[in-house]
């Protein structure tokens, strides 16, 4: 049975920092990516790892801020979240996919997603 767990959210002011974590089990991901959504608003892409081409991608919005790695040995993908902003704050969702077509930034690619947990940065 495939699960991703996410871990990590929580409550932070501007500028500070917060990592979530992803656990997958049940099977090897090509690629695995974080996506937000915010209340009233659609999810979207923020980050995504895909190992398989050796790629780190990121959205305009978190560039420079985010950063995601991978731990093969706990098949776990960490973001590492830098420099919050209010607009940030969203529940972050986990996915991950068994094959990877390229199209990193697209809900669509992705299978399997975790229950999201909330960041929330005050201003």
């Known amino acids: 049975q495939v699960q991703l767990v996410e871990s990590g959210g929580g409550l932070v002011q501007a500028g500070g920092s917060l990592r979530v974590s992803c656990a997958a089990s049940?099977?090897?991901?090509?690629?695995m990516g974080w996506f937000r959504q915010a209340p009233g608003k659609e999810r979207e892409f923020v980050s995504a790892?895909?190992?398989?081409?050796?790629?780190?991608y990121y959205a305009d919005s978190v560039k420079g801020r985010f950063t995601i790695s991978r731990d093969n040995a706990k098949n776990t993908v960490y973001l590492q979240m830098n420099s919050l902003k209010p607009e940030d704050t969203a529940v972050y969702f986990c996915?991950?996919?068994?094959?990877?077509?390229?199209?990193?930034?697209?809900?669509?690619?992705?299978?399997?997603w975790g229950q999201g947990t909330q960041v929330t940065v005050s201003s």
């Open positions: 049940g099977r090897t991901f090509s690629i």
């Open positions: 790892i895909a190992w398989i081409v050796r790629g780190t």
């Open positions: 996915a991950a996919a068994q094959y990877y077509t390229g199209s990193y930034y697209r809900k669509e690619e992705y299978t399997y």
